[in-house]
């Protein structure tokens, strides 16, 4: 018999109300025996990470035609992906990126593994990421839970349990559900209906498959659901940025150590970021406090950066970083909280030239 929620209802839906991704087979297609690529489904995975579709999309394109296969994106130039990665946040995610992409040829001839244990032995891929590729890529029946998969559990069930305590229960419910037929096509079905039908703010229950079995929308709760813990505040970290153009227009940048936060992406010069950072000028100039700060947050703390700008002479001889032409700079280049003082700083070399 058809369960009023089971996976069916909701594959009808989908079937119907599939959204149309860049790196999706959409359910016609894989019906009519279409296959996904399954790096085209790693790479759109790793980038939604923490991201959004919106944002995700422009990357995803840019990146599969400059590297339509896995194969040539594991022969790209480190500093050429890192770039092209920027604005997209959590770098070291990038390097786990050319990491896989780097194993998946030297390892396994080019193709990806097709089980989730095969899948989770290479770098950069954790459980989640194993079995959404698993589930979509291959059509393994893996229980696939990320945050619109949870969202809709908890309402489906009306797990009151706040998040993350929630986790094991909500994970239990999704295993239940999760089909033997159509298991890939399945798992984008509750994502999709996360994100389209069954909304952070306001779900829409009224169009929703789901409806008739839905035990938060019964209760009047749908909304509520998932209930959180109180997060806890972030601390805030300062710091000092320095943004130094020489005379024929070259910038004083430096590259990131490898570990750390932004590892390996371009930035300006600049001190810890501290709750008390001292001053650290990468070389003798006439600094300017612009007073300007730019403000960014990260997964566990705020930051601030102060903001100082000089003009320096052709012979400046910094202790760190080093030049770059006009032409070797592209600011997108740049993570976005270095993009922010980029921004500030050339604010601030108008007005002083004005
Ligand atoms: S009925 Fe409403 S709350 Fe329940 S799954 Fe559907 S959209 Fe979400």
């Given at each position: 018999m058809r369960e009023v929620a089971g996976p069916q209802a909701l594959l009808d839906w989908y079937d119907n109300h599939a959204r149309a991704l860049p790196w999706r087979v959409g359910p016609r297609d894989r019906a009519a025996g279409l296959r996904p690529d399954p790096y085209r489904v790693w790479l759109s995975e790793v980038m939604l990470q923490q991201t959004t579709v919106a944002a995700v999309r422009g990357y995803f394109e840019r990146f599969t035609a400059l590297w339509p296969t896995v194969a040539d994106l594991a022969a790209a130039e480190d500093a050429q992906v890192m770039g092209e990665w920027a604005g997209l946040g959590y770098y070291a995610r990038a390097r786990n990126l050319l990491k896989c992409a780097r194993a998946v040829v030297a390892d396994h001839g080019g193709c990806f593994p097709d089980t989730r244990d095969g899948l989770m032995a290479l770098p950069g891929i954790g459980p989640y990421t194993a079995a959404a590729i698993a589930a979509i890529a291959f059509d393994r029946a893996e229980v696939v839970v990320d945050g619109n998969v949870e969202r809709v559990m908890a309402r489906l069930r009306d797990i009151r349990t706040p998040l993350p305590a929630a986790k094991p229960e909500i994970r239990e419910a999704a295993t239940r559900l999760t089909p033997d037929a159509r298991p890939g096509d399945y798992a984008q079905a509750v994502m999709d209906l996360g994100a389209?039908?069954?909304?952070?703010?306001?779900?829409?229950?009224?169009?929703?498959?789901w409806m008739g079995g839905c035990a938060a929308r019964k209760a009047g709760v749908a909304a509520d659901l998932p209930a959180k813990a109180p997060r806890k505040a972030k601390p805030l970290r300062l710091g000092h940025a320095y943004v130094a153009r020489r005379s024929d227009g070259a910038w004083l940048l430096e590259r990131r150590a490898e570990?750390?936060?932004?590892?390996g992406m371009l930035g300006w010069p600049g001190s810890d970021w501290t709750e008390t950072p001292e001053p650290a000028p990468p070389l003798d100039a006439a600094w300017h406090d612009t007073g300007a700060e730019a403000r960014h947050t990260f997964t566990h703390f705020h930051l601030r950066l102060r903001v100082h700008v000089a003009e320096v002479a052709p012979d400046a001889a910094p202790a760190r970083g080093q030049f770059l032409s006009p032409a070797a700079f592209r600011p997108s280049d740049l993570p976005t909280v270095m993009r922010k003082v980029f921004d500030l700083a050339r604010g601030a070399f108008d007005t002083e030239g004005q």
């Open positions: 389209t039908v069954c909304t952070p703010r306001s779900p829409a229950c009224g169009i929703c498959p570990s750390g936060l932004l590892g």
